[in-house]
Each structure stands twice: as C-alpha cells, then as structure tokens.
C-alpha cells in the first residue's frame, strides 16, 4: 500500500471563467447523507454574488452575438467533456445524495443526453418561435426571440446535477448567461461541473456557479438592478415568495417553483420577442418588389 498523501480536491466557486475561492474566505462542511463527511465547500457572499453578475453581464452581448452553430457546438462539447468524465460525477454524484452506483451513473447520462438535445436546439427554436406574419400592406413583418440577458437561478436542491443542467442549459442555448446557486446541502457536482464547462470551449462568464447559502445569497441576486430573471425552481415557498417580491421591484421575468414544461417551455421562457416591420419593394427599387 502506497503511503503518499491523497491530493484532496479544493472545491471553489467558478466566476468569470475562473475558480476564485469566496472573497469572504469562509467554507463550509458538505457531508453525504449518512453524515460522512465528503468536503469543504466555498461560502458565498453578496460580494461574490455581484461579482459573478458582473461576470455575466459582460459576457452576455458576445455570448448572444455569437452564432447559433457555435453555441451548439460548444453545448455539444460540454456533454463531451462530461461523457470523458461520467465516471467522477456519478462518483460524487453517488456520495451526495446515496444513490446506488448505477442509478448516479445513469443520472449523469441523463445530464450528458440533455446536453446534446439543447446544443441540437440551439439554431432551431428561432424558427419554431419566431416567424413571418401577415400583414396588409406592402410590408414584411417579422418576429424573432431574442435573449433576456442575465439569469439569476436557485438550482434544484435535491435533484443536483440532472436538475442543475435542465435549468442551465436552456438559458445558455438562447444567448442568455446564468449565474447559479447550487443545491445547498449537495454542491460539490454543481461545482466540478464548472471545471467541464471550462474546458469546452465557454467564454467565461457565460456561466457563473456559487455555493452557499440560498437565505443568505439569493435575496442579492433578486434584487439586482443588472438581472432579467430568476429562476426559483430550487427555492422552497417562504423563501420564494421573498425572492420573487423583491424580483418585482426590478421587473424581472420569475419562473416560479414546480413550474414544468418541455424544451420549448424552457427555451421559451428566457427569451424576448422582437418585431420588425420592413417596406416591401425597397430593394428592388422605386415600385418593385420581392
């Protein structure tokens, strides 16, 4: 028996494309459902909570800007990334929430399946949204989605991974950027993932992932001036109802807890509609048309 010491892994938030520790320094205990516990994870602060705001605010014009081929392609890599790796998640995946070995390891691809169906999505749900309208005139009128901006998202608490990449990936894959709150108690997926979507090609920021407290950080992140919508999926009723009175002052688009839907639901409700009108016959020249 080899008696090196074990390199523990050093959980940190992802921020920006980086893994910064909490500006505040602090950590808690993270233990697996029989009380064993796995490690520590970084604590969260307001600081931390604007600076990954900031992060994602000023990757979102790029990110949105880019084409709807790439976003996908860097979708489909991440489920890459992940499948080379589904070994590890289904591993901590396993510890944090005492599933059996297969049932995780089916969880994780579960996850890598729900990658590459919303990377598939990405140059598609423009058209199923959007379209030509009829108008009497000599007129084209058109309508077009269009992304919210920053996503602000309680990630589920007790579904961890699968439920952390059904609320991320539709965001993501219709030019938004999300900051998330991992589950509370099972963080440590949420935070490895980060180190999948920095390797897949993802500028930072498109992506930002906190642990901690959600009492504690998400009042920040639902009364910030600089998001457009938060997602309460993993917040529990009271918690919920505070978030989303505080959203209001901010005009934010809410998407309430227990609020299903499918993909296009999901893609739907992080998205804004843009219509335009446009003279028909201007190109052709005075009296033509097209």
Avoid: C
């Amino acid at each position: 028996m080899s008696d090196r010491l074990q390199v523990k892994k050093t959980y940190k938030l992802y921020v920006g494309g980086k893994f910064p520790r909490s500006e505040s320094g602090r950590t808690y205990p993270v233990s697996s459902p029989d009380g064993t516990e796995l490690a520590n994870a970084a604590l969260a602060s307001r600081k931390d909570a604007r600076d990954a705001v900031a992060a994602a605010r000023k990757a979102q014009r790029p990110w949105a800007g880019q084409t709807a081929y790439l976003r996908g392609q860097i979708l489909y890599r991440a489920a890459e990334m992940l499948e080379g790796r589904a070994g590890q998640f289904a591993e901590e995946l396993a510890d944090a929430t005492g599933a059996e070995p297969h049932e995780a390891l089916g969880t994780v691809e579960a996850a890598i399946d729900r990658l590459v169906h919303y990377a598939g999505w990405t140059d598609k749900y423009t058209s199923v949204l959007g379209g030509a309208n009829p108008v009497a005139g000599p007129y084209f009128n058109h309508t077009t989605p269009e992304p919210l901006g920053v996503i602000a998202v309680l990630a589920p608490q007790d579904d961890p991974f699968l439920g952390l990449i059904e609320v991320i990936a539709p965001a993501v894959a219709t030019g938004n950027t999300v900051v998330v709150l991992a589950s509370e108690a099972k963080p440590l997926p949420a935070l490895s993932f980060g180190e999948v979507l920095a390797t897949s090609d993802l500028p930072g920021g498109v992506v930002n992932l906190l642990s901690g407290k959600a009492a504690e950080v998400a009042p920040h992140l639902a009364s910030h001036a600089d998001v457009n919508g938060l997602d309460l999926t993993g917040a529990d009723a009271d918690l919920a109802a505070s978030l989303e009175a505080a959203a209001a002052e901010t005009l934010k688009v809410v998407r309430r807890p227990g609020k299903g839907g499918n993909a296009l639901d999901l893609l739907r409700q992080w998205t804004e509609y843009k219509t335009v009108w446009h003279p028909a016959g201007m190109a052709a020249g005075a009296g033509g048309a097209y």
